[in-house]
């Protein structure tokens, strides 16, 4: 993919550029919104940014990008190429924007490495830089034609379920006539917010029930402290919004879906706020009647703080072959136990498929286990809320 020469340029400045990748996302994103203040306010989370979050997953992605081109030339990176357009599909990013983040990534680079930065290395890094925004704007191209690029649209709320003292299901239907491109289980929409200070901060949740009908279904957890860009929109969405509110929502987006034959085995496991998408992977398995084994693993700190855990349940009795396991930190109750995830007495079948959200330690725990236990790394599949700092480390 790349050419020889930039390639062994890209390779003899990996170390220097990887050194300072972390002060240079940091002066590109000063740049690009002291140029561009709109994009804070509207476009990025200012939550991420606040926290460094989307910095350290840019710097994380453009180096595993770099490095793969280098050690698989004849491959492209399409799992992290396809994260990463899913969700730029679900903002709403447009190509002319790669121009100008490319202006000021690249006014970075030459601040950060000075005279470092010949006319070829320039060249070389630039190159990268294109491979990776072109690939990117043609997945994401596909992806808006797919949706008939139809953008955010009004959907009003019909009902607002209280789930636990932090979690509120939300469940809409279209404020107008055009009919809802259907989803598939594990994906989510972007919720566009207006706040107080004017700004549209946009935020991805988790569609937490089954394909198929009118209705749209997320559950959003609120983050305490709503007096910082952390918690201000799903602060703002606890307080505020009601039925019969009107809400922006994007289409569908996301490459963690169910993808599993009518009798193969299936492990859904989640912990806190990362039930949602395994909610609806376990709809959508009770509504096509799936014959072979589910098993169903969630840790939480309580029962009292585990959302949609009656819609686990129910869904699970409705299938043939199902196990439930919940594991709580206190207050576990009766048939639950005590403690973290621990997978040492889950049966785990042979040609499983899991899918896995959560926070990252937990997933990270749970894959090795899974894998330590026979199911393939291919077939372990996993959603982060926010950056994905995961699969930018490689």
Known sequence: M?????????????????????EI??????????????????????????????????????????????DHPEQRPDAMLGRIAH???????SPEQYKVVH????????????????????????????????????????????????????????????ETADVATFRLRP???????????????????????????????????????????????????????????SNRLHARVRPGDVLELSEPYGDLVLDAGP???VLLASAGIGVTPMAAMLADLAATGHRGPVTVVHGDRSPADHALRSDLETYAAKLPDASVHFFYERDA??????GLVDLSDVAVRPGTRAYLCGPLPFMRAVRGRLIERGVAPADVHYEVFGPDLWLARG
């Not at 969700?87 to 990013?93: F, T, Y």
């Not at 109750?333 to 005590?338: A, E, I, K, L, S």
């Open 333 to 338: 109750g009766p048939g639950h136990r005590t």
């Open 25 to 70: 996302t940091e002066r590109f994103y000063a740049r690009l919104f002291t140029a561009h203040p709109d994009l804070l306010r509207d476009l990025f989370n200012r939550g991420n940014q606040a926290a460094g979050t989307q910095r350290q997953a840019l710097a994380g992605s453009i180096a595993a990008f770099a490095v793969h081109l280098l």
């Open 103 to 162: 202006e000021h990534l690249f006014a970075a680079i030459a601040e950060v490495l000075g005279e470092a930065v010949t006319p070829e290395v320039a060249a070389a890094w630039d190159e990268v830089y294109w491979l990776m925004a072109n690939a990117l704007v043609a997945i994401e191209k596909r992806l808006y034609e797919e949706s008939g690029e139809r953008g955010f649209g009004a959907w009003e709320v019909v009902e607002r379920v209280e």
């Open 263 to 265: 009798d193969t085995p």
């Open 87 to 93: 969700k730029h599909a679900s903002l709403g990013v």
């Open 175 to 233: 404020a107008d006539d055009r009919p809802p491109r259907d989803f598939r289980a594990g994906q989510y929409v972007s919720v566009r917010v207006e706040l107080p200070d004017g700004a549209r901060q946009i935020r991805q949740y988790s569609l937490s029930g089954a394909p198929g009908g009118t209705l749209r279904q997320f559950s959003v957890k609120r983050v305490h402290g709503g007096a910082t860009p952390d918690g201000e929109v």
């Open 2 to 22: 790349l050419t020889e020469q930039s390639a062994a340029t890209v390779r003899a400045t990996l170390p220097a550029v990887g050194a300072a990748i972390g």
